[in-house]
């Protein structure tokens, strides 16, 4: 699950009003039960029903929010397929035919300022944190008139999960950045307080990732928009990923959608992401031995979040002893030479880490803008330390100064 937005600058569409600049004067009334977004008049001008906008939103998606009607205020409201986040200054590009069926693009149109500030939550250790039930935008905390402090409080995407947490279970939030131990849960959500920050202390920003590793939470092993893609992934990809997997019946549950969509052999890749998955992976493997092609993927980002980062090594080593004894391929992933790929920098210690996954059969990077670089330097890496390296067996090859 993630933060909800902190206040109204950054806003999660999936449905809003698009009205002209409130400095243009055939600005349209601003409906208050939706998002508004402040456009020129010029476009607002050209709006029909069925026309789209499209843009790419502060996460790199690309977005389309497709107009519906006009209402009594002035406003086109809009719906978009999937949550975008959009700043000021975003910038658009409308679409629509003309009466003999030419579709035309117009030139980038900027969004206009929102009502409000973007608003950051700071904590140190040692602050209150509220996790909501409810869909209220973030706020910081507040003393009031006889001296108390209200807590920082932030809701989420899945509120129903909020009150599943038990005195002392531990959060983590945007990739173990901050860390909470759960102090209790009242009517309003879960109070947190803060064990983990930075010495400057760490920032909560809307989009950020929630951890509840200690939490079994009931979500489903693939939720309606999976079993919705899964029309798509069949028809097209080669291999599947399975995020969060966490038991053996996940599996059957996929392999039983691939089978009804007529894929019953496509292989799988294992994302071995939680707790949960770790423990079981000899069950995955085994329960699945011999019966569909499977590959295990190392997702040391969400894995380090939950185990934390000291036990990553010798946990990630055990995943690579037990896929090289069941015959299993191995990914290792998530940053590897993060720095590189990112800002053109090679730092030291990823070289190493570069390293060690010659045990791994495949190498999975982020995306940068170096990354053509950093793919090089994998290369050189990876073709030296073949000579070194069989899996887990060191190849003790004669010494080449």
Same mark, same amino acid.
């Given at each position: 699950?993630?933060i909800?937005?902190?206040?109204?600058?950054?806003?999660?569409?999936?449905?809003c009003?698009v009205t002209?600049?409130?400095?243009?004067?055939?600005? #349209?009334g601003?409906? !208050?039960?939706?998002? &508004? *977004? +402040?456009?020129? /008049?010029?476009?607002?001008?050209?709006?029909?029903?069925?026309?789209?906008?499209?843009f790419?939103?502060?996460?790199?998606?690309h977005?389309?929010?497709?107009?519906?009607?006009?209402?009594?205020?002035?406003a086109?409201?809009?719906?978009?397929?999937?949550?975008?986040?959009?700043l000021?200054?975003?910038?658009?590009?409308?679409?629509?035919?003309?009466?003999?069926?030419?579709?035309?693009?117009?030139?980038?149109?900027?969004?206009?300022?929102?009502?409000?500030?973007?608003?950051?939550?700071?904590?140190?250790?040692?602050?209150?944190?509220?996790?909501?039930?409810?869909?209220?935008?973030g706020?910081?905390?507040?003393?009031?008139g006889?001296?108390?402090?209200?807590?920082?409080?932030? #809701?989420?995407?899945? !509120?129903?999960?909020? &009150? *599943? +947490?038990?005195? /002392?279970d531990?959060?983590?939030?945007?990739?173990g950045?901050?860390?909470?131990i759960?102090?209790?849960?009242?009517p309003?959500?879960?109070?947190?307080?803060v064990?983990?920050?930075?010495?400057?202390?760490?920032?909560?920003r809307?989009?950020?990732g929630?951890?509840?590793?200690?939490?079994?939470?009931?979500?489903?092993?693939?939720?309606?928009?999976?079993?919705?893609?899964?029309d798509?992934?069949?028809?097209?990809?080669?291999?599947?990923?399975?995020?969060?997997?966490?038991?053996l019946?996940?599996?059957?549950?996929?392999?039983h959608?691939?089978?009804?969509r007529?894929k019953p052999d496509?292989p799988?890749?294992?994302?071995?992401?939680?707790?949960?998955?770790?423990?079981?992976?000899?069950?995955?493997?085994?329960?699945?031995?011999?019966?569909?092609?499977? /590959?295990?993927?190392?997702?040391?980002?969400?894995?380090?979040?939950?185990?934390?980062?000291?036990?990553?090594?010798?946990?990630?080593?055990?995943?690579?002893?037990?896929?090289?004894?069941?015959?299993?391929?191995?990914?290792?992933?998530?940053?590897?030479?993060?720095?590189?790929?990112?800002?053109?920098?090679?730092?030291?210690?990823?070289?190493?880490?570069?390293?060690?996954?010659?045990?791994?059969?495949?190498v999975?990077?982020?995306?940068?803008?170096?990354?053509?670089?950093?793919?090089?330097?994998?290369?050189?890496?990876?073709?030296?330390?073949?000579?070194?390296?069989?899996r887990?067996v060191?190849?003790?090859?004669?010494?080449?100064?």
């Amino acid at each position: 699950m993630a933060i909800r937005p902190t206040c109204a600058t950054l806003p999660i569409i999936s449905r809003c009003a698009v009205t002209a600049s409130p400095s243009d004067p055939s600005c #349209g009334g601003v409906r !208050p039960d939706l998002p &508004s *977004l +402040p456009v020129d /008049g010029e476009l607002t001008a050209l709006l029909r029903p069925g026309h789209s906008l499209h843009f790419t939103d502060t996460r790199d998606k690309h977005r389309v929010l497709r107009v519906t009607m006009r209402d009594s205020s002035g406003a086109w409201l809009a719906e978009c397929d999937a949550s975008a986040y959009v700043l000021p200054g975003t910038r658009v590009r409308w679409q629509g035919l003309t009466p003999d069926r030419r579709l035309i693009t117009s030139d980038a149109f900027c969004i206009g300022e929102f009502t409000g500030k973007p608003q950051v939550i700071r904590l140190f250790r040692g602050d209150r944190l509220l996790l909501r039930h409810d869909g209220q935008p973030g706020t910081v905390a507040v003393t009031t008139g006889s001296g108390a402090v209200r807590p920082a409080q932030i #809701g989420c995407t899945h !509120p129903g999960i909020v &009150s *599943l +947490p038990m005195s /002392g279970d531990a959060v983590w939030i945007d990739d173990g950045k901050l860390g909470c131990i759960v102090t209790g849960v009242g009517p309003e959500g879960a109070l947190l307080q803060v064990s983990h920050a930075g010495p400057k202390g760490g920032h909560l920003r809307s989009g950020k990732g929630i951890k509840l590793p200690d939490t079994e939470l009931p979500v489903p092993a693939l939720t309606a928009k999976d079993i919705n893609d899964l029309d798509f992934v069949c028809a097209h990809a080669d291999i599947v990923g399975f995020s969060f997997v966490r038991r053996l019946d996940d599996i059957d549950v996929l392999r039983h959608e691939l089978a009804a969509r007529g894929k019953p052999d496509l292989p799988v890749v294992l994302k071995i992401e939680t707790v949960a998955a770790v423990k079981n992976l000899p069950d995955l493997l085994l329960g699945t031995l011999g019966q569909h092609a499977l /590959g295990v993927m190392i997702a040391r980002g969400d894995l380090a979040v939950e185990l934390g980062s000291v036990r990553m090594a010798e946990i990630q080593e055990e995943i690579l002893w037990i896929c090289e004894a069941a015959r299993m391929p191995v990914i290792w992933a998530t940053q590897v030479l993060d720095t590189l790929a990112r800002k053109g920098v090679i730092a030291c210690p990823e070289i190493t880490d570069a390293a060690m996954s010659v045990r791994a059969e495949c190498v999975m990077m982020n995306k940068g803008s170096y990354i053509a670089d950093a793919v090089g330097v994998l290369n050189k890496i990876l073709t030296r330390m073949d000579a070194h390296q069989s899996r887990k067996v060191s190849r003790l090859r004669r010494l080449h100064w």
